[in-house]
């Protein structure tokens, strides 16, 4: 059974960069993709981009294009979601979840990233 | 990009009683792209419903999704007390690849 543990919460200023990790337990990593999905307070759900590990490729929501960067590591069963250029507006819980054929199944337990002066 | 609308905003009901949840298309789903999460305060979303009608492995049976084309529905037919939530429909499609409705409150009457 695949479970996917995150990095905690997290405070930065305007124009800092944060990175959110997520690490895999069962299941086979690389075989399967990561995607991350964000949350701002009292709202609804925002895909952001995903990775396929086993071949390293990241492809990005448009909204999120040059300020996003999601990796990966094989050896560590760990992905990673780097949003930079900070705003108040990207205070949200960042999730990241498996995405399997077309659905999100499971997710983690999320992160708060909060973004204050 | 396809736009997924979700109809009520907020359900009020009681338990026992029966819930249906509306997801409209801006244009036409595959039923096998089309998913629904329930998602509790504080928690992650949790996968109930995907391909439009197939429940997700230990959803309970009061569950169902239906619908195809540019309509779909969530139904819960004698809510529980763990039923109220909040709960969003979801589509696979081209580009963006993913998008989310913005979801349907289901509270306590």
């Known amino acids: 059974q695949v479970q996917l543990v995150q990095s905690g919460a997290e405070v930065k200023k305007p124009g800092s960069s944060v990175k959110v990790s997520c690490k895999a337990s069962g299941g086979t990593f690389s075989s399967y993709t990561i995607s991350w999905v964000r949350q701002a307070p009292g709202q609804g759900l925002e895909w952001m981009g995903r990775i396929i590990p086993i071949l390293g490729i990241a492809n990005y929501a448009q909204k999120f294009q040059g300020r996003v960067t999601i990796t990966a590591d094989k050896s560590t069963s760990t992905a990673y979601m780097e949003l930079s250029s900070l705003r108040s507006e990207d205070t949200a819980v960042y999730y990241c979840?498996?995405?399997?054929?077309?659905?999100?199944?499971?997710w983690g337990q999320g992160t708060l990233v909060t973004v204050s002066s | 990009e396809i736009v997924l609308t979700q109809s009520p905003g907020t359900l009020s009901l009681s338990p026992g009683e029966r819930a249906t949840l509306s997801c409209r298309a801006s244009q036409s789903v595959s039923s096998s792209y089309l998913a629904w999460y329930q998602q509790k305060p504080g928690q992650a979303p949790r996968l109930l419903i995907y391909?439009?009608?197939s429940r997700a492995t230990g959803i309970p049976d009061r569950f169902s999704g239906s619908g195809s084309g540019t309509d779909f529905t969530l139904t819960i037919s004698r809510l529980e007390p763990e039923d109220f939530a909040v709960y969003y429909c979801q589509q696979y499609g081209s580009s963006p690849p993913v998008t989310f409705g913005q979801g349907t409150k289901l509270e306590i009457k």
């Open positions: 979840a498996r995405f399997q054929a077309t659905t999100f199944d499971p």
């Open positions: 391909g439009a009608s």
